[in-house]
T-cell receptor
Framework: NAGVTQTPKFRVLKTGQSMTLLCAQD?????MYWYRQDPGMGLRLIHY???????AKGEVPDGYNVSRLKKQNFLLGLESAAPSQTSVYFC???????????????FGPGTRLTVL | TQLLEQSPQFLSIQEGENLTVYCNSS?????LQWYRQEPGEGPVLLVT?????EVKKLKRLTFQFGDARKDSSLHITAAQTGDTGLYLC????????????FGTGTRLKVLA
């Protein structure tokens, strides 16, 4: 099993360009998450999904869109990139046990995005 | 908005020393997790605590969930260089929610 994979690993964009980050998991997990990590701020939730075809907003959703057309994939889109979106992006997946209280989130290796 | 503050933000100690990292909030969490993250990788789960006052041990690491489920601590005994990394706590909201709030992180460096 590959676990959680993210594509691409690195990307440099110019302001105003668009791109899509792909997250794939092979563990048949229901829940998937997109986070961004910035120095001194831990991880902040952008969007998440509790199942195929459903998405919801997290703490910092502005400027991002997501789609979950297939259970194993969760896409994060930037329609018009801004320098403030320079960050490391992590995808995670989990499945629900015991009412979700003890879920383990499995993280991908991250995508380092720079917006000039 | 739920916030999780971790302290200290940075910690540099000698191998063999003990240390404690704190994770504090004014909000109640249904469960709390601790992760460790190595450079260039995603976080990896260390432990989940659910019950107020719960203590869990993982070899030299001891985790405690506060009685009111608003805070947690991670204590490392006789730190080793392999403990170096970024430690993150993450709190889960009321039962039925799927969102986790991550703490600000504690960067630990253990010197040989």
């Amino acid at each position: 099993n590959a676990g959680v994979t993210q594509t691409p690993k690195f990307r440099v964009l110019k302001t105003g360009q668009s791109m899509t980050l792909l997250c794939a998991q092979d563990m048949n997990h229901e829940y998937m998450y997109w986070y961004r990590q910035d120095p001194g701020m831990g991880l902040r939730l952008i969007h998440y999904s509790v199942g195929e075809g459903t998405t919801a907003k997290g703490e910092v959703p502005d400027g991002y869109n997501v789609s979950r057309l297939k259970k194993q994939n969760f896409l994060l889109g930037l329609e018009s990139a801004a320098p403030s979106q320079t960050s490391v992006y992590f995808c995670a997946s989990s499945y629900s046990l015991s009412g979700g209280l003890t879920d383990t989130q499995y993280f991908g290796p991250g995508t380092r995005l720079t917006v000039l | 908005t739920q916030l999780l503050e971790q302290s200290p933000q940075f910690l540099s100690i000698q191998e063999g020393e003990n240390l404690t990292v704190y994770c504090n909030s004014s909000s109640v969490f249904s469960s709390l997790q601790w992760y460790r993250q190595e450079p260039g990788e995603g976080p990896v789960l260390l432990v989940t605590v659910v019950t107020g006052g719960e203590v869990k041990k993982l070899k030299r690491l001891t985790f405690q969930f506060g009685d009111a489920r608003k805070d947690s601590s991670l204590h490392i005994t006789a730190a080793q260089t392999g403990d170096t990394g970024l430690y993150l706590c993450a709190g889960r909201g009321p039962s039925g929610t799927y969102k986790y709030i991550f703490g600000t992180g504690t960067r630990l460096k253990v010197l040989a």
